[in-house]
């Protein structure tokens, strides 16, 4: 059983950055892909950004992608999301997620493991 927690959400300007983070319980998270996803009102959870088991690889929408950077620290069971430059467009409630596979797969329901989301705000 993993849990999760996302702390770091909250309100910014565009063109701010923000780091969220996804701290997990657990023993054996160093093996599992994580990735982030998020969700306003009204629309499907969509795909982030991801990393597999080790951080070498990691895979981002293309929506983010220049932008978003995301590291991980198995030693302390966290993974990071480093947000510049964010646009309006990136208001959304994030989630973090993970599987018990090495890899990361865009699908959100091929992650067995959600947090609660944390609120990501982007004032124009």
């Known amino acids: 059983q993993v849990q999760l927690i996302e702390p770091g959400g909250g309100l910014v300007q565009a063109g701010d950055s923000l780091r969220l983070s996804c701290v997990a319980s657990?023993?054996?998270?160093?093996?599992?892909?994580v990735g982030w996803f998020r969700q306003t009102p009204g629309k499907e959870r969509e795909f982030v950004a991801g990393i597999n088991w080790n951080g070498i690889s990691t895979y981002y929408a293309d929506s983010v992608k220049g932008r978003f950077t995301l590291s991980r620290d198995n030693a302390k069971n966290t993974v990071y999301l480093k947000m510049d430059s964010l646009k309006f467009e990136d208001t959304a409630v994030y989630y973090c997620a993970a599987r018990p596979q090495l890899y990361v797969v865009v699908t959100a329901t091929e992650y067995l493991y959600w947090g609660q989301g944390t609120q990501v705000s982007v004032s124009s």
């Open positions: 657990g023993r054996t998270f160093s093996s599992y892909a």
